[in-house]
């Protein structure tokens, strides 16, 4: 099959050098299967069945794509839209998949695209609560203008903390709102941590 190595598993490198994925594809390969294999499985032309996490994926790009005016998703989109869009619904992205997308990420057209990849990447060492960190800073101050900084946009600390302890619930291994707390206050803006009043509580 196109695009497939060792079987089931997605040559992300082929994946990555695309200009756009279909729902379909973009679910298969955040879920580390080879596409095809969970267009086979929807066309109900063969017998394979895909995790439930890939169904849940796919259904929930649906729904967004229902109403992409709001949410920005079609029924194709580019790569880093969906790396982006993953993040922001706390869904893992491989890290295969991270990395193709560093590399091949000068072949898009969109200028957001190599930030957005860039900018999803974890260090080589990374708890699981830095790497909630890192979701949380792409989730609320990725486009943030610190040279300029704007109290009214930044976001209320309650409301990052609960995103973080939400989302850390997902995992099974809900945080504290004491670390809760210490996060927002490591990745707010400084200006908004000093004197930010409207939107530090």
């Not at 439930?52 to 005016?69: M, P, S």
């Amino acid at each position: 099959m196109v695009g497939t190595i060792s079987g089931s598993r997605p040559d992300y490198d082929w994946w990555a050098k695309q200009s756009s994925w279909t729902i379909a594809e973009a679910s298969a390969l955040l879920c580390e299967i080879a596409p095809e294999l969970l267009q086979e499985h929807l066309d109900r032309s063969g017998f394979y069945n895909p995790p439930q996490k890939c169904l849940e994926i796919y259904e929930t790009l649906l729904r967004d794509a229902e109403n992409g005016k709001k949410t920005n998703i079609h029924k194709k989109n580019s790569p880093s839209l969906y790396l982006k869009w993953a993040r922001d619904k706390a869904f893992a992205i491989p890290k295969g998949l991270q990395t193709a997308m560093t590399k091949f990420c000068h072949l898009h057209d969109e200028s957001i695209d190599a930030q957005v990849v860039k900018s999803s990447l974890p260090p080589k060492y990374c708890t699981p609560d830095m790497q909630l960190m890192y979701d949380a800073v792409e989730k609320f101050w990725a486009t943030y203008d610190l040279a300029h900084p704007d109290l009214s946009k930044a976001p209320k600390k309650k409301v990052v903390m609960y995103w973080l302890e939400q989302n850390s619930a997902k995992r099974g291994d809900k945080i504290s709102q004491t670390l809760a707390e210490a996060i927002d206050t490591i990745i707010r803006c400084p200006v908004a941590r000093k004197g930010g009043t409207h939107n530090s509580k």
